[in-house]
């Protein structure tokens, strides 16, 4: 079935360090893909997206770049702040003729910036 | 302002009680989801709801169940056939591709 696999944690990062988060899925069509971001004892917030290949999501500094070739939408940052300390979900939904399916989540990756 | 808002944060409950978590949401969208979040394993989705009046179950339904009754709210309830309860319950809505999500409810049975 379709899945998303994503590089284990922690991750441990001083600030201003640059960041990747790596992701890879298995899809049997064309899914939409997500990163959602989990700051501690809080819910998930969409950070980004992408729809289609080759589309580049971005915010707050985040970038993923969805690349059909491979397979992956890594997450990357240039410069890492203490603020962007979370547990990071990378995810997928299926497009079937208009609708999406449900939300397929990784396991999360949890990044801690030191100061 | 918008949103999803789940009640309580925190939930403390002896083994073999029924518990309800509620989930209510101001965004007027159809469909409504709820996960459940543990440790190293991310989300896992219990039951959904695409409509009113209609529910599907998720990968994980077993010893939980769900009402769609309105749009707004889409209460979850963990029985007590529930073998590990204990963990972080996450509601969600959705309209296109992006799900939002509530605070969370963390339940622990003792």
């Known amino acids: 079935g379709d899945s998303v696999t994503q590089m284990e944690g922690p991750v441990t990062l001083s600030e201003e360090a640059f960041l990747t988060i790596n992701c890879t899925y298995t899809?049997?069509?064309?899914?939409?893909l997500f990163w959602y971001v989990q700051y501690p004892g809080e819910g998930l917030q969409l950070l980004l997206k992408?729809?289609?290949?080759?589309d580049k999501g971005s915010n707050k500094g985040f970038e993923a770049t969805y690349r059909k070739e491979t397979t992956s939408f890594h997450l990357e940052k240039g410069s890492v702040q203490v603020s962007d300390s979370a547990v990071y979900f990378c995810?997928?939904?299926?497009?079937?003729?208009?609708?999406?399916?449900?939300?397929?989540f990784g396991k999360g990756t949890k990044l801690s910036v030191k100061p | 302002d918008g949103g999803i808002t789940q009640s309580p944060k925190y939930l403390f409950r002896k083994e073999g009680q029924n518990v309800t978590l509620s989930c209510e949401q101001n965004?007027?969208?159809?469909?409504m989801y709820w996960y459940r979040q543990d440790p190293g394993q991310g989300l896992r989705l219990i039951y959904y709801?695409?409509?009113?009046?209609?529910?599907q179950k998720g990968d994980i339904a077993e010893g939980y169940s769900v009402s769609r009754e309105k749009k707004e709210s889409f209460p979850l309830t963990v029985t007590s056939a529930q073998k590990n309860p204990t963990a972080f319950y996450l509601c969600?809505?959705?309209?296109?591709?992006?799900?939002?999500f509530g605070p969370g409810t963390r339940l622990t049975v003792l």
């Open positions: 709801s695409q409509i009113v009046n209609d529910f």
């Open positions: 995810a997928l939904t299926m497009n079937y003729g208009g609708s999406q399916g449900n939300l397929i």
């Open positions: 992408a729809t289609k290949a080759d």
């Open positions: 969600a809505s959705s309209i296109g591709f992006e799900q939002f």
């Open positions: 899809a049997t069509g064309y899914p939409s």
């Open positions: 965004l007027n969208h159809d469909a």
